[in-house]
């Protein structure tokens, strides 16, 4: 009987006495981040090829200038498109009267704009921005407008409406009796939070808001403000410190503007700055119609559309901003009330042409995975719905598509992403398709 043979330790050709490896892996940080179910959602949308960050991964990384030729060849042009020509007047209208910065700068800006529309990795931020940046330039090139061509000031036209329409004059009213905690309780919104208001806003509006609102909203924002200022140089009208400044005397445009309330924040906290600011506004006599009321509702009323039932505490930053208008002799109550319906009409062709519908299940943008335009069929008890499986984010314009305009949306391809503005989907030829339903609301 053999014996049985065991193996020898000279059979093995390695080291026979070795460490064991235990599996050990560190916890990963995105479990402290990111939740539990969240990032088994973000697994989810990996496996179905869509990208968990549709809006960040369909930016334009383009930087060569024939796709913008490509996407103008092949751009179908509608009379939405007549808003380029009238930013482009104003902007050839302002660059002639302003007297300084020199030719010299004033080409550089011209060029670096051209270069930005031209490049599609810039022009998708610069397209959308044009009505805003029309805005502050018309604003900056009001002082250098020749006097003979500027229509007279109006003095009484407002007091004589503030009796009519209240039957006094609101303004003094309220600025009669002075405290430093209403000047404080008054310069918060109209100082401060009037010009951060817009860039809070937009981020608001771009987390929750569904694809494509963000870039109606500026668009809105920069409309609003163009209008205003062109009526304000068409119709200048004297504010309520020039009357308890100067009386209901006739007004010249020599005249420097005044701080009116503001000029004791600037007292309380030893500084200069809105007398300073104020004194050599460009626009001296352009209270009608008011824009710090007009933003107001602007923002109230697109973050309602966002958030219907917070809606109230948004009316109340219009009040507040009224209030805070009149105390310190800014505005008559008349301004604010046109100021205000302007901002409602605006708002009102945007949500009706433009504005992506809220579908209170979804909490993000990233959420949406179609999204729904009111158009002219709605009060058939019609709309449209876009699905996009991997839509696009807000460098695509609003309202420069015939598509739009008889209230349809149709996919484009990546060669008319920011001059056709007809869809809010990004489309990849290879493997996503947008599909179009109709749905009846009577049902």
């Known amino acids: 009987m053999k014996s049985p043979t065991f193996p020898s330790f000279k059979d093995f050709h390695g080291p026979s006495f070795q460490k064991q490896k235990i599996p050990f892996a560190w916890p990963s940080m995105l479990a402290f981040v990111v939740p539990h179910r969240m990032r088994r959602k973000l697994r989810s949308q990996l496996r179905s090829r869509q990208s968990p960050a549709s809006s960040l991964a369909s930016l334009e990384n383009s930087w060569s200038p024939k796709d913008t030729i490509r996407a103008l060849r092949a751009h179908r042009w509608s009379y939405h498109d007549g808003q380029y020509i009238l930013m482009m007047l104003i902007g050839i209208f302002c660059l002639c009267i302003i007297e300084h910065p020199g030719p010299l700068v004033k080409t550089l800006i011209a060029t670096v704009l051209t270069v930005s529309l031209l490049l599609p990795i810039t022009r998708q931020f610069f397209l959308p921005f044009l009505p805003i940046a029309s805005w502050l330039v018309l604003f900056y090139a009001c002082r250098f407008i020749p006097t003979e061509y500027r229509p007279p000031i109006w003095v009484r036209v407002l007091p004589a409406l503030e009796n009519i329409v209240y039957g006094a004059n609101l303004s003094n009213i309220l600025s009669a009796n002075k405290h430093v905690i209403l000047d404080v309780l008054a310069w918060l919104p109209y100082g401060i939070i009037h010009f951060g208001a817009p860039f809070v806003t937009s981020a608001v509006i771009f987390v929750f808001a569904a694809p494509g609102t963000l870039q109606v909203y500026a668009r809105s924002f920069g409309y609003l403000n163009l209008i205003g200022v062109v009526i304000q140089i068409a119709f200048p009208c004297a504010p309520p410190w020039y009357e308890s400044k100067y009386g209901l005397q006739p007004a010249n445009y020599s005249m420097e503007g005044s701080p009116a309330g503001l000029a004791r924040i600037d007292q309380l906290f030893g500084i200069d700055l809105y007398t300073s600011t104020f004194t050599a ?163």
């Open 281 to 443: 506004a460009p626009l001296v006599f352009g209270a009608m119609p008011s824009l710090h009321a007009g933003q107001a509702t602007c923002h109230a009323l697109f973050l309602s559309h966002i958030f219907p039932r917070a809606k109230f505490l948004f009316y109340t930053y219009i009040l507040w901003i009224w209030w805070a208008t009149l105390y310190l002799q800014h505005h008559y109550a008349v301004d604010l009330i046109a100021g205000s319906v302007l901002a409602l009409a605006v708002f009102q062709i945007a949500k009706s042409k433009f504005l992506a519908r809220l579908q209170p299940d979804k909490m993000t943008r990233w959420d949406y995975d179609y999204v729904e335009l009111c158009n002219a069929q709605e009060s058939f008890g019609l709309h449209r719905i876009i699905t996009d499986y991997n839509f696009d984010s807000d460098e695509w314009t609003v309202g420069s598509s015939s598509s739009i305009s008889s209230g349809t949306i149709s996919p484009a391809d990546e060669t008319q992403s920011l001059w056709e503005a007809e869809t809010l989907t990004s489309q990849h030829e290879s493997d996503i398709e947008a599909i179009e339903v109709i749905v009846d609301d009577r049902r």
